[in-house]
C-alpha cells in the first residue's frame, strides 16, 4: 500500500530565503511522485512530478524536488522565496502497475514573511 | 479551456437533504475522481472512476454515490446529508494513469 508523509502542517520563511518542504512516501512498487499547489479558495495545480526519468526535477515558478530511492523522499524547494508562493503544499503518490490512483499527504502550509 | 468545471460552489444543507454536485470535464480524460478536503486530513478520496460505466470506491465512500454515463460528466450524489460530511469537495480528471490530475475549483459543503 502507498503512503505519504509530509513533516510539518506549517512552515515559515522569510521573504528570499530558502523554501524547503519534506515529504516521504511509502509504496511496495516504483511510485510517482507529485507536488501540487493549492492557492487560497482554489482548486489544486501541478507544480511537478517524477515519473522515472531523471531524479532532480524542475517544475514551475523556480520549484524543484529530488527523488532519493534510499531514503524514500521527494523534498520540495526552492532557492528564494516569493510573498506570492504563499499557499499549501500537497505531495502524492501512485502506484505503477496498480491503480494508479494518487494518495494525497496531509499538506504543509507555507508562511511567508516579509 | 473550460477543464474541469463544478457546481455549485457553495451550499447549504438540512441533515437528511440529498443533493448532486456536478462534474463536467471537456478534455476527454478517462479518469475521473471525487476528493473531499477537510483541514488537517489532506485530500481524501471518495470515489473515482476509470471509464465511462467503470466507478470505484476510495478511501471514504459511505454517504456518496456516483456513477459515469458519459466520458465528460462525473456527478457525486449525497443520499441523506450529515454534519460530518461538511466539507470542500474536489473533482480530478486524468489523461493517464501517471498524468497530472485536473482539479476542479471546489465545492463548498454545509451541513446543517
Known amino acids: 500500500a502507498q503512503s505519504v508523509t509530509q513533516l510539518g502542517s506549517h512552515v515559515s520563511v522569510s521573504e528570499g530565503a530558502l523554501v524547503l518542504l519534506r515529504c516521504n512516501y511509502s509504496?511496495?512498487?516504483?511510485?510517482?511522485l507529485f507536488w501540487y499547489v493549492q492557492y487560497p479558495n482554489q482548486g489544486l495545480q501541478l507544480l511537478l512530478k517524477y515519473t522515472s526519468a531523471a531524479t532532480l526535477v524542475k517544475g514551475i515558478n523556480g520549484f524543484e524536488a529530488e527523488f532519493k530511492k534510499s531514503e524514500t523522499s521527494f523534498h520540495l524547494t526552492k532557492p528564494s522565496a516569493h510573498m506570492s508562493d504563499a499557499a499549501e503544499y500537497f505531495c502524492?503518490?501512485?502506484?505503477?502497475?496498480?491503480?494508479?490512483?494518487?494518495?494525497f499527504g496531509r499538506g504543509t502550509s507555507l508562511i511567508v514573511h516579509p | 479551456n473550460a477543464g474541469v468545471t463544478q457546481t455549485p460552489k457553495f451550499q447549504v444543507l438540512k441533515t437528511g437533504q440529498s443533493m448532486t454536485l456536478q462534474c463536467a470535464q471537456d478534455m476527454n480524460h478517462e479518469y475521473m475522481s471525487w476528493y473531499r478536503q477537510d483541514p488537517g486530513m489532506g485530500l481524501r478520496l471518495i470515489h473515482y472512476s476509470v471509464g465511462a460505466g467503470i466507478t470505484d470506491q476510495g478511501e471514504v465512500p459511505n454517504g456518496y454515490n456516483v456513477s459515469r454515463s458519459t466520458t465528460e460528466d462525473f456527478p457525486l450524489r449525497l443520499l441523506s446529508a450529515a454534519p460530518s460530511q461538511t466539507s470542500v469537495y474536489f473533482c480530478?480528471?486524468?489523461?493517464?494513469?501517471?498524468?497530472?490530475?485536473?482539479f476542479g475549483e471546489g465545492s463548498r459543503l454545509t451541513v446543517l
Open positions: 509504496s511496495s512498487v516504483p511510485p510517482y
Open positions: 480530478a480528471s486524468s489523461y493517464a494513469r501517471t498524468g497530472e490530475l485536473f
Open positions: 502524492a503518490v501512485s502506484e505503477s502497475g496498480g491503480s494508479y490512483i494518487p494518495t
